[in-house]
């Protein structure tokens, strides 16, 4: 059974930093694309970042470049997203997810197999 369990967020004041962690397990970690998806109340989920199999490309959305680092650690089937300057607007429940999909659709949640439960991150002005 493919379990992804994200962890780290929380209430943090504008200009602050967290570090999400997602752990997996029941597949082949480094098969896998991994995306990190945030949806706010009554929008739609939304792309942030996606990194390689073997972590040599990353790609993140306009809005977080710059503020945020998608890693991976294959060692420990564990994806990471540090969060920097955190901005009220980066309010939302943040997604990890595995692909086995081509890098190129990286963007699309579609494309996803594997989805975590969320972990809320909530910034304050």
């Known amino acids: ?8 967020g929380g209430l943090v004041q504008a200009g602050g930093s967290l570090r999400l962690s997602c752990a997996a397990s ?5 098969s896998y694309v991994m995306g990190w998806f ?17 972590g040599g490309s990353t790609d993140y959305t306009d809005s977080v470049k710059g503020r945020f680092t998608i890693s991976r650690d294959n060692a420990k089937n564990t994806v990471y997203l540090q969060m920097n300057s955190l901005k009220p607007e980066d309010t939302a429940s943040y997604y990890c997810a595995a692909s086995a999909s ?4 990286r963007t699309r949640p579609h494309e996803y197999n594997y989805w975590g439960q969320g972990t809320q991150v909530t910034v304050s002005s």
């Open 38 to 54: 945030r949806q706010a109340p009554g929008k739609e989920r939304e792309f942030v970042a996606a990194i390689s199999r073997v």
């Open 26 to 30: 029941g597949l082949t970690f480094s």
């Open 102 to 105: 081509a890098y190129s659709f």
């Open 1 to 8: 059974q493919v379990q992804l369990v994200e962890s780290g």
